[in-house]
T-cell receptor, first 110, second 112 residues
């Protein structure tokens, strides 16, 4: 059974203090790993898709990396507007449903 | 371009009733998925439709059902509502299964 765990559960950073969020997964053949951010009262917003180990993608202050067992979302010099819950999800090679992790709740203080 | 539209935004129903939620995907998107989000269980996959056919189904009881129309719009139905069905129901669309999905803002269902 596909599983996704995320750590830490919650993270508080000062503005400008860089850090990383972890997503660990077990899946019978990875088709894709997805990162989303979710603001309170809204649906998740797509950030990245990673398909193979060694792949990296960047968007503004965010950089996602992938290994065979985990993915990291690196946040460089975060700003208060980066505060959100960050969700990781995997899809297996059978193209079945997405399995989401529980998320990391990030707070960036000014 | 217009995003994924879900209606209604909020809904209050009584235990035992049934409810239908609606989702209009982004124009051109043929894949529509439904999710249930609760504080305790997080985001859980309900089902996915592509070109009016159900492709995948999560581990939910048969009280949860859905369908997709020829214009890709989708509906989700829950019959015999239980208190535990209270949740945020999210719809997401994509050009094809497996791509990054665009989510709607969800329908907040409260069962009393």
């Amino acid at each position: 059974e596909d599983q996704v765990t995320q750590s830490p559960e919650a993270l508080r950073l000062q503005e400008g203090e860089s850090s990383s969020l972890n997503c660990s997964y077990t899946v019978s053949g990875l088709r894709g790993l997805f990162w989303y951010r979710q603001d309170p009262g809204k649906g998740p917003e797509f950030l990245f898709t990673l398909y193979s180990a060694g792949e990296e993608k960047e968007k503004e202050r965010l950089k996602a990396t992938l290994t065979k067992k985990e993915s990291f979302l690196h946040i460089t010099a975060p700003k208060p507007e980066d505060s959100a819950t960050y969700l990781c999800a995997v899809q297996d090679n059978y193209g079945q449903n997405f399995v989401f992790g529980p998320g990391t709740r990030l707070s960036v203080l000014p | 371009k217009a995003g994924v539209t879900q209606t209604p935004r909020y809904l209050i129903k009584t235990r035992g009733q049934q409810v239908t939620l609606s989702c209009s995907p982004i124009s051109g998107h043929r894949s529509v998925s439904w999710y249930q989000q609760t504080p305790g269980q997080g985001l859980q996959f309900l089902f996915e439709y592509f070109s009016e056919t159900q492709r995948n189904k999560g581990n939910f009881p048969g009280r949860f059902s859905g369908r997709q129309f020829s214009n890709s719009r989708s509906e989700m139905n829950v019959s015999t509502l239980e208190l535990g069905d209270s949740a945020l129901y999210l719809c997401a669309s994509s050009l094809a299964s497996g791509n990054g999905y665009t989510f709607g803002s969800g329908t907040r269902l409260t069962v009393v």
